[in-house]
């Protein structure tokens, strides 16, 4: 009953150790023969008071263990790709950078060739309370050959504590985002630019 | 002595482990950890505030509750960076009742507060689904509150429910969708003379006192 009970412990310090290094800085991995790495920007205008937010979140209780990391904004990128012949969707996501940052989601090119990007989620602290949802709801079509594909730099204007977005305006950083690419991937790595397709008709969107 | 001890670091244990996998940690109990406000140096109404209401889950009822207890865990973050910067947990800064009213201890006055999460849970027979809902840190839900005034400040009442109040029962399936849904009981009276015992003998007595005087008219 000892051994059960100290293996216990030992377990659950051992997971608890385990879970930061889960969450820390997204690493550099190049993309499959069948993968495209889309890169692109998501910021929020004006940028959330986090140093205010932590506060509250730490002061509440003690919170020895946890800390704030180096990355206190990570993303996800939420898509949906037809997965069948029948039309059928999967929704995933997929980690791409933080919030303001050039980052990068490494997604499977499906059959037809098309994402629907749907959503840039933020956590803040990599807490699940701490969720900020930017909507994206585009279509973007992957060249063939490509495995570099660049969707912009997209601003979210938010207005008022409760962050409303009433605005969101996107932007071409391509060149930042060229030498972003082959800095981390390779002279050799090729980026170029998609149009973010409205997902009801085979029209540009220009912004939301 | 010694089994005491086995005992608690077991339950140790577990805490460790669910606080590992999610921010908003799981008390594996039958019971809402309800906590209490302590009464020592406690902020006054003129300059500060409390947030209450209900958030109820109804599928934990218990048999002694007059209504259905309290979800097990609910948070709520202050949006405002010009007001004080506070969390409030279940059991640490926002209290529950036996009945399932919720409250807060006293925050600075002139905060807006937003609900981040709230359990919920399903027991089916020998399994149990533990189920957090998360509203993020984007726009105004019903039962958040802007601009809290000095005293006491109603976030209204709340189930995570499948149905509305007034349609007819349905057996709780899964595919249901269990959200919040405003209950007409317990109201603002009711919560408040949950209330009232809680805070006796403190300068939010008479305030608590007084509202409910108000709102029996």
Known sequence: ?208 | MKRLSGRLACIGAIVLLSLAFDSCAIFISNAPRTGQVSKKDLPDPSENAIIFGTISDPNQTSLTAKWPIASHNIAFLQLNPASSPTYLETAKGMYATKSGVYYSKPVPAGGTYKLLCGLYIISGGQTTYYHTTYYGMMGKEPWDLKDVHPGLNYFGSWAYTAYEEGEKAKFIDFTAEIKLRKISSPNERECLEELLPQFKGTSWEPVIAARIEELSK
């Open chain 1, 1 to 208: 009953m000892k051994n059960l009970k100290r293996s216990i412990l030992l377990l659950s310090l051992a997971a608890l150790t385990c879970v930061p290094a889960a969450f820390g800085q997204q690493k550099i991995v190049k993309p499959r023969a069948n993968e495209v790495a889309v890169v692109g920007r998501f910021s929020v205008v004006p940028m959330p008071n986090l140093d205010f937010y932590w506060q509250a979140y730490d002061d509440a209780t003690p919170r020895k263990k946890e800390k704030r990391g180096e990355e206190d904004a990570p993303g996800w990128l939420t898509f949906s790709t037809v997965v069948n012949k029948k039309g059928s969707t999967r929704e995933s996501s997929v980690r791409m950078g933080s919030l303001g940052d050039q980052s990068v989601a490494l997604i499977p090119i499906p059959d037809d060739r098309t994402i629907l990007l749907m959503r840039y989620e933020v956590y803040f602290f990599n807490l699940r309370s701490f969720c900020l949802p930017l909507p994206l709801f585009c279509k973007i079509v992957i060249p063939e050959g490509a495995h570099f594909v660049y969707i912009g730099s997209v601003d979210y204007y938010t207005k008022g504590e409760f962050l409303d977005i009433n605005n969101a305006n996107r932007r071409d950083e391509f060149d930042t985002a060229r030498e972003y690419v082959r800095k981390n991937y390779g002279e050799d790595a090729q980026l170029v630019r998609v149009n973010l397709l409205d997902p009801d008709r085979d029209k540009e969107k220009e912004s939301k």
